[in-house]
């Protein structure tokens, strides 16, 4: 499975910005994937920011974006699947390189916030707001 996030930029407080995380998977047998989002300020760690379930139908937000970030999923049948990361009303705390990666377990509690849960790991998108 690869995924590749895009989406990133540079804006100012209080604008919008929507990240896309491009899954797909080779090979005849799909397997499918919860998708989490987090982000990275340079010198420090790697922070959950949302999570979506296979389904789409279960999320989960840090209690700094709850309110002002959505996250949602294509679950079209096809080979590429797409996770949005809506954010509005940035705030310049918002900046940091933003990461999705994939979680094949259904997960409980602090399990869906972990970085350990997560197998694959798409690139980073920089994300700057400005004040």
């Known amino acids: 499975v690869q995924l590749q996030a895009s989406g990133g930029g540079s804006v100012q407080a209080g604008g919008s910005l929507t990240l896309s995380c491009a899954v797909s998977e080779s090979g005849p047998k799909k397997r499918r994937y919860a998708i989490g989002w987090f982000r990275q ?3 420090k760690e790697r922070t959950f920011v ?3 379930s296979v389904s789409g139908e279960n999320t989960d937000y840090d209690d700094s974006v ?3 970030f959505t996250i949602s999923r ?3 049948e096809k080979s590429e699947n797409t996770v949005y990361l809506y954010m509005n009303n940035l705030e310049p705390e918002d900046t940091a390189v933003y990461f ?3 979680d ?3 997960r409980v509690g602090a399990g869906r916030r972990a970085i350990g849960s997560y197998d694959y790991w798409g690139q980073g998108t920089q994300v700057t ?3």
């Open 50 to 52: 949302a999570r979506i």
């Open 100 to 102: 999705c990666a994939g």
């Open 129 to 131: 707001v400005s004040s």
């Open 74 to 76: 294509d679950n079209a």
């Open 41 to 43: 300020v340079a010198g």
């Open 104 to 106: 094949f377990y259904p």
């Open 66 to 68: 709850k309110g002002r």
